[in-house]
């Protein structure tokens, strides 16, 4: 169970998180939502389909991506998060790494900071943990090896699974020694982010052992490189893929998966919750 501001959600099976990238340049979905029309649109279709967060991003963190301003992230997100608490009751979540974005945002009304960096930019932690403190907002912590920029350049380590767990222990202590309460902590073991083909399955293989902490963990591989490269699909043909990795990462124990394609991971929600209730 986890609040968000006054919201509360109980993590009896995974929970369904949109993606909405307001972005021109996102490795899936770039360009087609940047707009305010479509964004809502987008964001209505998703919440009919049983999501329970929209993840709202204003700058592309995929492989190569370089930065953008603050005031161009601004501008892309700042007049969608004002459409979209207007318009619906759904948990709002902002990806990003920018402490006066996640100040914006939260003013604005996101409830949730999803920072791919880990609170690691300038004022992050400081912005991140008043907001926490202040409005009861908790931040979902990704593991990444490198930058956006460089993470793909022959990511190493020793054991993969391990190093993301040492990491979690360390950013869950940084946290709770800077204002955060235990229980305003998200983990994100970062599919993709630094990791080659093996590291990503080997993640998946033994994502049960990021339960260990007692908190959400985010499960979020949609229409990734993992699954296009090992079945050899384009970004429009792995659906079938996301679904076979959504299952396998619910069973072990995910509380997030985070989509682009909402109705079919709220399918495998709702088939986990139901063997969830069986008693044998």
């Known amino acids: 169970m986890m609040t968000f501001r006054d919201k509360t959600v109980v993590f009896n099976a995974p929970k369904v998180m949109g993606i909405l990238n307001v972005t021109p340049d996102s490795f899936s979905d770039g360009g087609q939502f940047n707009k305010l029309d479509d964004a809502l649109k987008q964001t209505e279709k998703m919440i009919a389909s049983g999501a329970t967060f929209i993840d709202i991003g204003g700058e592309s963190t995929r492989p190569g991506a370089t930065p953008v301003t603050l005031e161009e992230e601004l501008d892309r997100v700042i007049p969608v998060i004002d459409a979209i608490t207007e318009r619906f009751d759904t948990i709002v979540s902002i990806d990003t790494s920018k402490s006066e974005v996640m100040l ?32 009861n907002i908790p931040t979902c912590i990704m593991h990444m090896q490198g930058t956006p920029e460089t993470m793909q350049d022959l990511p190493r380590y020793n054991s993969v699974v391990d190093e993301v767990i040492e990491f979690f222990r360390a950013q869950i202590e940084r ?106």
Do not use: W
């Not at 949730?112 to 690691?120: M, P, Q, W």
């Open 104 to 135: 914006e945002a939260a003013n604005h009304g996101a409830s949730l900071i999803n920072d791919v960096r880990a609170l690691s930019q300038p004022g992050a932690l400081e912005t991140a943990s008043r907001l926490a403190q202040e409005h």
């Open 175 to 280: 946290l709770t020694a800077n204002g955060f309460e235990y229980k305003q902590i998200m983990l994100d073991p970062g599919f993709g982010f630094g990791k080659t083909l093996d590291h990503n399955y080997e993640i998946l293989k033994r994502f049960d052992e990021f339960t260990q902490f007692d908190l959400p963990v985010l499960a979020g591989m949609s229409r990734k490189s993992m699954i296009g490269n090992l079945l050899n699909k384009g970004i429009t043909e792995r659906l079938a893929g996301d679904i076979c990795v959504n299952t396998v990462a619910s069973l072990a124990g995910a509380s997030i998966l985070r989509v682009h394609d909402v109705g079919e991971a709220a399918d495998v929600s709702k088939i986990i919750e139901k063997l969830n209730q069986i008693n044998v």
